[in-house]
């Protein structure tokens, strides 16, 4: 084989293999997540945040059904969720961001969490599946006194 060969092959397999790499950086198929409880955990609070998710609703408990804020939620893709803001019952929380729009890619997915990009200010966090509600809503009572 010729050196002009060599180096058309060498390039064809690199640039396969990048686009393979890039293909496959997120995750396809995160309907497994669609639906359910989650919690997250900010880097530094003692706060554990309980998410509750339907396929159009989505409320997020900083004390189990008396602090939260519930968003309505679109899949507008597979992996990727809009939520608009539309109720607040918590005083740490201000009336003024119902109407606010966030959009997430969910970046990483296992079967015990997901890692998320907010996509405007790209903000990233991790997401856990709920093993013990019971405990967390104990954690959250005790942390919010």
Known sequence: MNIKKSFLLIIFLFSSQS???????????CSS???????????????KII????????????????FYYTKKITWVQSCIITGTITEVND?????????????YRITHLTKDYYDYEELSTHDVGKVYRVKNLEELI????????
């Open 19 to 29: 686009y393979s790499i890039n293909k496959n950086m997120f995750p396809e198929d």
């Open 33 to 47: 997540i669609h639906n359910g409880l989650f919690y997250l955990s900010h880097k530094g609070s003692v706060w």
């Open 51 to 66: 998410i509750e998710r339907s396929d159009k609703i989505q409320k997020a408990h900083r004390v189990y059904n008396k």
């Open 91 to 103: 005083p740490f929380l201000n009336q003024s961001i119902i109407g606010e729009k966030e959009t």
């Open 138 to 145: 104990s954690d959250q009572i005790q942390n919010n006194q």
